[in-house]
């Protein structure tokens, strides 16, 4: 597998932008309940029974920065929503457009002061042919308080309002995690009483996959591997000495820092076709307002398997992106492979990095550190540059006739890329509509790469780290293949010019 010999080979564009407020604040990994965004006025931090009793709207002008029910509902500068019900009427963002489909944002079906308390957790609304959101889903929402040891109504306040409750089981609420982390399962601490059996169980939102099961579901202590980021479902059924069944399920955030692009497809593994695919970050390396002149792939300004992994890290990347290390080695500690282990031994994650290069995988192995584990490609810029945009691009590597290029005879995979914006999920491609990559002869950039989206981030007007996507047009006048819905080029050219 020794790619680097093989280096030689030689607009209507749409922001998908959060740009009402709030988004960041509450949302940082590390600052859940907490917002660095200001808190405006006429938050009222205090336990605010009743909410579904109607708005607590009282008066006064409209702040886009504070986060309480208020007369409207807020659509942000551009229009295209906050993921707040600003409005309290239980529909997030009604009457709010939204430009492209594969554009999601987190969002909240609630008071938006509720908003990642307790045991609430945001879900996500993807935007539908009509230009507008669909229904928010998959989240965990305000319920009527019940005696668990839970803040099912977000309160900021476990099982208030109950007289007489008391319960052997202590349900947490929402959790935050970081990607390619073990999350530690420990059943003395949701149920301390005499158990005849424990069943932990795991599920994943849907650009999750393969979803990660727990190592020992039915221990009383285990672990799961979040190779990806997103919001994960955990759930823990306990047969008491007595027979009788309890238990609990909770929200678990898996959220990175910064700029996370994570790329699946659907022939990894030795189950499916084997197919070795590459994901490639590419900085703005070109002067403010130069279209042209770009650096093409698989040179330092590309973050790739073959110069930003811990072990093939090239000096020539890391002075050219010059970018501040993170020091917090749970960000890259367990980086499959061994990876992180190298990680470990330069004692910081570099930026930008790619966590692993999956060349060819044995689908069903579960230890992240054997070099068989199949796992999604991950890039990270953990404080990425304000203003300096990324360009997103997807290689079909392998030579599918070939099997020593771990083809087995496989032409085509469809890749999904999935990007997190301060651990937001704020787009996915490749599904809807389908991508499809191809084999040419060779292996590399002479087989077909998609030209997927710019990124950039920026601050929005309450403060918080933002980032808006442009995807990539697939325009036959800028290289384009023709007839795909995605731009498909073949080569290690730049492609069409920057978006920004
Ligand atoms: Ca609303
Ligand atoms: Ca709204
Ligand atoms: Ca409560
Ligand atoms: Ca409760």
């Given at each position: 597998?020794?790619?680097?010999?093989?280096?030689?080979?030689?607009?209507?564009?749409?922001?998908?932008?959060?740009?009402?407020c709030g988004?960041?604040?509450r949302?940082?990994?590390?600052?859940?309940?907490?917002s660095?965004?200001?808190?405006g006025?006429?938050s009222?931090?205090?336990?605010?029974?009743?909410?579904?009793?109607?708005?607590?709207?009282?008066?006064?002008?409209?702040?886009?920065c504070n986060p309480a029910?208020?007369?409207?509902?807020?659509?942000?500068?551009?229009?295209?929503?906050?993921?707040n019900?600003d409005?309290?009427?239980?529909?997030?963002?009604?009457?709010?457009?939204?430009?492209?489909?594969?554009?999601?944002?987190?969002?909240?079906?609630?008071p938006p002061d509720?908003r990642?308390?307790?045991?609430?957790?945001?879900?996500?609304?993807?935007?539908?042919?009509?230009?507008?959101?669909?229904?928010?889903?998959?989240?965990?929402?305000?319920?009527?308080?019940?005696?668990?040891?839970?803040?099912?109504?977000?309160?900021?306040?476990?099982?208030?309002?109950?007289?007489?409750?008391?319960?052997?089981?202590?349900?947490?609420?929402?959790?935050?995690?970081?990607?390619?982390?073990?999350?530690?399962?420990?059943?003395?601490?949701?149920?301390?009483?005499?158990?005849?059996?424990?069943?932990?169980?795991?599920?994943?939102?849907?650009?999750?996959?393969?979803?990660?099961?727990?190592?020992?579901?039915?221990?009383?202590?285990?672990?799961?591997?979040?190779?990806?980021?997103?919001?994960?479902?955990?759930?823990?059924?306990?047969?008491?000495?007595?027979?009788?069944?309890?238990?609990?399920?909770?929200?678990?955030?898996?959220?990175?820092?910064?700029?996370?692009?994570?790329?699946?497809?659907?022939?990894?593994?030795?189950?499916?076709?084997?197919?070795?695919?590459?994901?490639?970050?590419?900085?703005?390396?070109?002067?403010?307002?130069?279209?042209?002149?770009?650096?093409?792939?698989?040179?330092?300004?590309?973050?790739?398997?073959?110069?930003?992994?811990?072990?093939?890290?090239?000096?020539?990347?890391?002075?050219?992106?010059?970018?501040?290390?993170?020091?917090?080695?749970?960000?890259?500690?367990?980086?499959?492979?061994?990876?992180?282990?190298?990680?470990?031994?330069?004692?910081?994650?570099?930026?930008?990095?790619?966590?692993?290069?999956?060349?060819?995988?044995?689908?069903?192995?579960?230890?992240?550190?054997?070099?068989?584990?199949?796992?999604?490609?991950?890039?990270?810029?953990?404080?990425?540059?304000?203003?300096?945009?990324?360009?997103?691009?997807?290689?079909?590597?392998?030579?599918?006739?070939?099997?020593?290029?771990?083809?087995?005879?496989?032409?085509?995979?469809?890749?999904?890329?999935?990007?997190?914006?301060?651990?937001?999920?704020?787009?996915?491609?490749?599904?809807?509509?389908?991508?499809?990559?191809?084999?040419?002869?060779?292996?590399?950039?002479?087989?077909?790469?998609?030209?997927?989206?710019?990124?950039?981030?920026?601050?929005?007007?309450?403060?918080?780290?933002?980032?808006?996507?442009?995807?990539?047009?697939?325009?036959?006048?800028?290289?384009?293949?023709?007839?795909?819905?995605?731009?498909?080029?073949?080569?290690?050219?730049?492609?069409?010019?920057?978006?920004?």
């Amino acid at each position: 597998m020794s790619k680097t010999s093989l280096l030689s080979l030689g607009v209507s564009l749409l922001s998908l932008s959060l740009v009402a407020c709030g988004g960041d604040g509450r949302r940082r990994p590390g600052g859940r309940s907490g917002s660095d965004a200001g808190d405006g006025t006429g938050s009222d931090a205090a336990p605010r029974p009743g909410y579904d009793a109607g708005p607590g709207f009282d008066g006064g002008p409209v702040d886009m920065c504070n986060p309480a029910c208020g007369p409207i509902e807020i659509c942000g500068s551009d229009g295209s929503g906050d993921g707040n019900d600003d409005n309290c009427n239980g529909t997030v963002d009604e009457g709010c457009i939204c430009g492209n489909i594969g554009e999601t944002r987190s969002c909240f079906r609630g008071p938006p002061d509720r908003r990642d308390v307790g045991s609430c957790a945001d879900g996500i609304m993807t935007c539908t042919e009509f230009g507008t959101w669909g229904a928010c889903i998959d989240g965990q929402f305000p319920e009527d308080e019940t005696c668990d040891g839970a803040d099912n109504d977000c309160n900021g306040v476990a099982d208030d309002g109950l007289s007489d409750c008391s319960t052997a089981v202590i349900c947490p609420g929402t959790q935050g995690a970081t990607p390619l982390n073990f999350y530690d399962l420990r059943g003395e601490t949701i149920y301390t009483g005499a158990a005849r059996s424990w069943q932990w169980n795991v599920s994943c939102p849907p650009t999750v996959s393969p979803c990660p099961a727990p190592e020992a579901p039915t221990a009383k202590d285990t672990r799961i591997f979040f190779a990806q980021s997103g919001s994960y479902r955990v759930g823990l059924a306990v047969v008491t000495d007595t027979g009788e069944t309890v238990g609990c399920e909770w929200v678990v955030e898996v959220e990175g820092a910064g700029l996370r692009v994570e790329l699946l497809w659907d022939t990894q593994g030795t189950a499916n076709g084997d197919t070795d695919v590459d994901l490639h970050l590419h900085r703005k390396s070109v002067g403010v307002g130069v279209a042209t002149g770009e650096t093409a792939f698989f040179t330092k300004d590309d973050c790739y398997f073959g110069n930003c992994k811990a072990s093939s890290y090239a000096d020539a990347l890391r002075t050219a992106w010059a970018m501040e290390d993170t020091t917090d080695l749970n960000a890259c500690r367990e980086a499959p492979h061994g990876e992180g282990a190298q990680w470990v031994s330069k004692s910081a994650c570099y930026n930008p990095r790619l966590d692993v290069d999956v060349v060819r995988c044995t689908s069903g192995e579960t230890d992240p550190a054997n070099g068989a584990f199949c796992a999604p490609e991950n890039i990270n810029v953990d404080n990425p540059t304000l203003g300096v945009p990324f360009r997103i691009m997807v290689n079909y590597y392998s030579n599918g006739r070939d099997p020593l290029g771990g083809g087995g005879g496989v032409d085509q995979t469809h890749p999904q890329v999935n990007i997190y914006c301060g651990g937001e999920l704020r787009a996915a491609f490749g599904s809807d509509p389908l991508v499809t990559l191809r084999n040419g002869a060779e292996f590399g950039a002479a087989n077909d790469n998609w030209m997927v989206a710019d990124v950039v981030f920026f601050r929005n007007e309450c403060g918080g780290l933002d980032c808006l996507i442009n995807p990539i047009p697939s325009d036959p006048r800028q290289g384009c293949e023709a007839g795909s819905a995605a731009c498909i080029v073949r080569g290690a050219d730049f492609g069409p010019p920057w978006s920004f």
